[in-house]
Nanobody, 122 residues
Framework: QVQLVESGGGLVQAGGSLRLSCASS???????MGWFRQAPGKEREFVAT????????YYADSVKGRFTISRDNAKNTVFLQMNNLKPEDTTVYYC????????????????WGQGTQVTVSS
């Protein structure tokens, strides 16, 4: 069983930056990792994913060039660096772990974190 715990969310002005972290209780090397986000009343949306080794990444068009996903397998942690944040990025962000890369959809994820709120003011 793997438990994922996100941190790093908060309130930031438009144009600012935040760095989300997701720590795993288990060995993360076995899993592709992903970040998703979900606004109230909306479906969960894919944001970014990274392969088990960290060599390959893929992003949603809405965040490409602004967000960077990375991982430190020695520390069992995955990160999401978010730059040039926009008010439309405001929502709850979740990390997820799955056995296969790319991790693009809910049904591919075996484990989820509890989420961290990101709020971007205009």
């Amino acid at each position: 069983q793997v438990q994922l715990v996100e941190s790093g969310g908060g309130l930031v002005q438009a144009g600012g930056s935040l760095r989300l972290s997701c720590a795993s209780s288990g060995r993360m090397l076995n899993y592709a990792m992903g970040w998703f986000r979900q606004a109230p009343g909306k479906e969960r949306e894919f944001v970014a994913t990274i392969s088990q080794s960290g060599a390959v990444t893929y992003y949603a068009d809405s965040v490409k060039g602004r967000f960077t996903i990375s991982r430190d397998n020695a520390k069992n942690t995955v990160f999401l660096q978010m730059n040039n944040l926009k008010p439309e990025d405001t929502t709850v962000y979740y990390c997820a772990a799955g056995s296969r890369y790319p991790l693009l959809s809910d049904y591919q994820a075996a484990y989820w974190g509890q989420g961290t709120q990101v709020t971007v003011s205009s």
